[in-house]
């Protein structure tokens, strides 16, 4: 159902809004985790390694999508706040073209190069064979992604967090009965896996729009919403494409960092690739709480609610730091032992190249709460541009101090790679933050 984010205690619509995201991405992040447990079960540490090089690039695809659909229904979220429902349809109705367009281009794209950029982040040959078949299954799947992430993006700018949820719930499930299918009784590989990952996201897009079909009738189009308006477009695109592309920032800083690790060996790949997926478990309540404050922001946005936005930020912030101290010492003394999980092979080795990468990223979750609020919360208040540039410094800090410990052998540095950047970015953008909402508050006076 619809909710209206303008009215009523913040701290509180936003828990209550973050904790279905917050569960659906913990779902995400299993049925993810389910390919890197069954293949490192059954097909090998080469083979986990290679679905764990591919997490950075299934990241910038899956990313620029997410970014991109975002950005798109930040508008509709403006109108919805604002109360416009003619216009909040048309932008729905232009966004799903939009979506369309970046998706045949984006897997156009993908497929022609992929070989090649295996190729440059120095892909060690015992795993590249299966690099190769898992990411290029992933490609052709694009559109099984973007039906999601779109339609998902629209129920919550809609304020509906939970259908969302509970589709990815299903899809989830279905991930995990594939995978077993597909790699244990069909011994297809990496490849396997990505299938996996396709067809149970494929039908949680599925499912949203058969919800939105028979269950949200303020979302029914009808032919004059499809009307092509070039300024609604010019609108949601000059929204859409920078959030798409702090996306892939991130995600080629990311890449940056795995080319540095692959030079180090397919065994510090494997354990780097297990303790990524035990920090991104933990570590999606951020992710939740952005995507929150981009829905929370756009419609107090649209409705000219800027003394509710700053209470909103406050709230926010106040969550995500208890949330990241406990977690943090969780992850610093005992997520190593998660590793088991992962690997049948050479788990003590592997083990000790987990707990290093996990004591690195847990002392460092404060700035992280920061990227995650503030960069999401100034997109959702129409700023697509100025998040770029803390972007940019994201991309400086995690390429240049993973290119500097790549020269020293250090797997350690590699590791500091994230809380650099995230340490620089936070920065910036809590910058940006009170140079925007003091602009908002010197207009206000302005205007009595």
């Not at 949820?165 to 790699?183: C, E, G, P, R, S």
Request: glycine fraction near 10%.
């Amino acid at each position: 159902m619809e909710k209206d984010m303008t009215a009523g205690t913040p701290g509180k619509i936003i828990f209550n809004f973050t904790m279905p995201i917050f569960i659906g991405n913990i779902f995400q992040q299993f049925y993810n985790m389910a390919d890197t447990v069954i293949v490192g079960k059954f097909v090998g540490n080469a083979a986990l390694a290679a679905v764990g090089a591919c997490g950075t690039l299934v990241f910038l695809i899956i990313g620029f999508l997410q970014g991109v659909t975002a950005g798109f229904t930040v508008v509709t979220a403006q109108h919805f706040g604002a109360g416009n429902m003619k216009a909040m349809k048309k932008s729905v109705a232009s966004g799903a073209v939009l979506t369309g367009i970046v998706t045949v281009i984006l897997t156009l794209l993908s497929m022609i190069s992929m070989a090649k950029v295996l190729h440059l982040m120095n892909t060690p040959s015992d795993m590249y064979g299966e690099a190769y078949g898992y990411i290029m299954v992933i490609c052709g799947g694009i559109v099984a992604q973007a039906l999601y992430n779109y339609l998902a993006s629209v129920l919550r700018a809609l304020g509906d967090s939970k259908r969302p949820l509970y589709f990815l719930v299903i899809a989830a499930l279905l991930n995990i009965v594939l995978d077993l299918m597909f790699i244990i009784v069909f011994r297809m590989g990496a490849a396997g896996a990505a299938y996996a990952t396709v067809i149970a996201q494929g039908i949680s897009g599925i499912l949203c729009l058969l919800y939105i079909a028979k269950k949200v009738p303020v979302l029914h189009l009808h032919r004059e919403d499809w009307e092509i308006d070039k300024n609604l477009a010019g609108w949601q695109l000059k929204i859409g494409l920078p959030m798409a592309f702090q996306y892939s920032i991130t995600a080629i800083g990311t890449i940056v960092v795995q080319s540095c690790l692959n030079i180090l060996g397919s065994t510090a790949a494997a354990g780097f690739a297990a303790a990524s997926k035990i920090e991104q478990v933990f570590t999606q309540a951020y992710v939740a709480l952005g995507t929150t404050m981009a829905t929370y922001c756009a419609q107090n946005m649209g409705a000219g609610k800027y003394t509710r936005i700053r209470k909103g930020f406050k709230s926010a912030t106040l969550i995500g730091f208890i949330y990241a101290v406990v977690t943090g010492v969780i992850i610093f003394f005992v997520g190593k032992y998660m590793t088991i999980f992962f690997v049948s092979e050479n788990v003590n080795q592997i083990m000790e190249y987990v707990d290093i990468y996990l004591r690195c990223v847990s002392v460092s979750f404060l700035p992280l709460v920061i990227v995650n609020l503030y960069r999401n919360g100034i997109q959702g208040m129409g700023y697509g541009l100025l998040p770029m540039t803390a972007g940019i410094a994201e991309l400086v800090g995690r390429s240049g101090a993973a290119l500097i410990a790549s020269h020293f052998g250090s797997y350690m540095g590699i590791c500091l790679a994230s809380p650099a950047a995230w340490v620089l970015a936070g920065t910036l953008l809590i910058i940006m933050y009170f140079k925007i909402m003091k602009g908002k508050k010197d207009r206000n006076l302005k205007n009595r």
